[in-house]
């Protein structure tokens, strides 16, 4: 009616075709059925080539559950004697699967979690550190929303154990159930669709009064909540070119890291709940927690060692390995593998990886630099400290004066005492600044003789000199090779001499 009262209008059918929004051979057919009386014509459903293989096609959705591929459609569609392009193949195949995905989608019912009752932990590919690929170690807790993220240097037994034990440490309690992923550190296999536990996380949630639950293989939907925490630790903790971090200079960086981030997200409004999840988990789920044993379960850490009350070393299998000096007189756990030494201590904080070190030979200890503290002032390099007042005039001058004092006592120099005393001496009638820049001049270049330091003040008109790299002796008569005067005849016929004359030359 529409189309009629817009050419009733203008009388015309593309400008009533343009008002309409339709073709003007659309307009033209109503306007013509009107005038003979007939009904107003009917859009015609033609056929598509892909009809006749519809059923087909629809038993091959069903069959691969909507994941079949276009190119394998068309051919088998061409096998069956089908002469369309692939395009219209595609075309048909995309509305079959919307119409499987529309009878098929998986409803998602809201979940109420009550307080204290399920946390969720999963993993994340860590940022690489020292050409070691680490882990991240995500727990969520639902009620709360709150996160914990720690860094992990593999997905052993023993790491997963001390990230669970301080997981629990950080949220305050232990919940009653604990949600995670088949991984084989928690399922073993399956059997009949039933999950078979590993015996070492039975024990281990028998020691924390907890329950270890599994969601189905292959179905991440229902972890959901710490499935996203893992993707936003990663953004944020990873470096990559979209966030611009820089790599991390060692594991204590990424740790460091890692506690920064979840202060950050521990902190703010979540959009969910509209309540800051530390808060939330203080004031409510903390209540609700059972205690944390006081002593974690160290079955799986290995072997126990004491470290001595002064040198942080311990010995493994025969080989010595250092672990941080904060630790002397503690016991801590070691394990060994086929490469590498783990050294764990329990602490207040819980089980905490502080050393990893490559298995070295007996007789080779393992040392990492950070283990130990800074080396006490003068252990290694002498501290000048003027005993009386010689020596504190002769300091008081500059740090040339010290630096050729450090010189010259290495190279053994006699009579320092007496050296210094003129240098002071020298320092009142020439200037201090002349006689500091004229010591430091000799000590960088070894000359240490009487003479040596007025004679460095006087080069150049007062300018010490630095191009100079000899060692000169100015008093001649201390040498004992002979003099060049010897030498002026040589090659011509020899004159006579005398004893007294040879002596002289050799003086020269």
């Not at 006689?435 to 240490?448: I, Q, S």
Request: net charge neutral; glycine share 8%.
């Amino acid at each position: 009616m529409e189309i009629l009262a817009a050419y009733d209008l203008t009388r015309s059918y593309r400008d009533a075709a343009k008002i309409c929004g339709v073709s003007h051979n659309t307009v033209r057919s109503y306007v013509k059925a009107r005038q003979e009386g007939a009904q107003a014509p009917v859009a015609r459903q033609r056929g598509r080539m892909t009809d006749p293989f519809l059923p087909q096609m629809i038993s091959w959705v069903e069959q691969s559950r909507g994941k079949i591929r276009g190119d394998v459609v068309h051919e088998k569609l061409v096998a069956l004697g089908f002469t369309g392009c692939e395009r219209t193949t595609r075309t048909a195949l995309a509305e079959l699967k919307a119409k499987y995905r529309a009878r098929n989608v998986r409803v998602h019912r809201p979940w109420t979690p009550e307080p204290g009752l399920w946390p969720q932990f999963d993993y994340g590919d860590g940022p690489v550190v020292d050409g070691v690929k680490t882990v991240l170690f995500v727990a969520w807790l639902a009620f709360s929303r709150f996160r914990i993220v720690i860094a992990l240097r593999d997905k052993t037994m023993p790491s997963v154990f001390a990230a669970l034990d301080r997981s629990f440490r950080l949220a305050g309690g232990v919940t009653t159930y604990v949600l995670t992923d088949n991984e084989k550190t928690v399922t073993i296999e399956h059997v009949a669709g039933i999950p078979v536990r590993n015996a070492q996380i039975v024990a281990f949630s028998r020691h924390y009064s907890t329950s270890m639950q599994t969601c189905i293989p292959a179905d991440p939907a229902s972890k959901g909540g710490v499935e996203n925490a893992v993707k936003i630790a990663k953004a944020d903790l990873v470096p990559k070119e979209t966030n611009l971090l820089p790599e991390y200079g060692s594991f204590a960086e990424l740790e460091t890291a890692c506690e920064a981030f979840m202060e950050e997200v521990n902190s703010r409004v979540h959009r969910a709940t509209l309540e800051i999840p530390k808060d939330m988990l203080r004031v409510i789920e903390r209540p609700r927690l059972h205690p944390v044993p006081e002593t974690p379960v160290t079955a799986s850490f290995g072997h126990t060692r004491q470290v001595p009350p002064n040198m942080p070393m311990i010995t493994f299998e025969q080989s010595r390995y250092s672990v941080p000096h904060t630790l002397v007189g503690e016991m801590v756990w070691v394990r060994g593998t086929d490469t590498e030494v783990v050294i764990v201590h329990v602490g207040d904080a819980g089980p905490v990886e502080v050393a990893r070190h490559k298995v070295t030979l007996p007789g080779t200890p393992a040392i990492i630099d950070a283990h130990f503290p800074p080396a006490p002032a003068g252990a290694l390099e002498r501290v000048i400290r003027p005993t009386n007042k010689a020596e504190e005039d002769f300091l008081a001058l500059g740090a040339g004066a010290a630096l050729w004092l450090k010189e010259a006592a290495a190279a053994g120099t006699g009579k320092i005492r007496h050296k210094m005393e003129r240098a002071v001496t020298l320092a009142k009638v020439l200037g201090t600044d002349e006689v500091d820049k004229g010591l430091g001049a000799a000590a960088v270049h070894h000359r240490f003789t009487h003479e040596d330091l007025v004679s460095i003040i006087n080069t150049a008109g007062g300018k010490t000199r630095t191009t100079s790299t000899s060692h000169t002796v100015t008093d001649q008569g201390q040498w004992l090779s002979q003099g060049t005067s010897g030498w002026a005849n040589f090659g011509t016929t020899p004159a006579a001499t005398t004893a007294d004359e040879d002596f002289e030359g050799a003086t020269e």
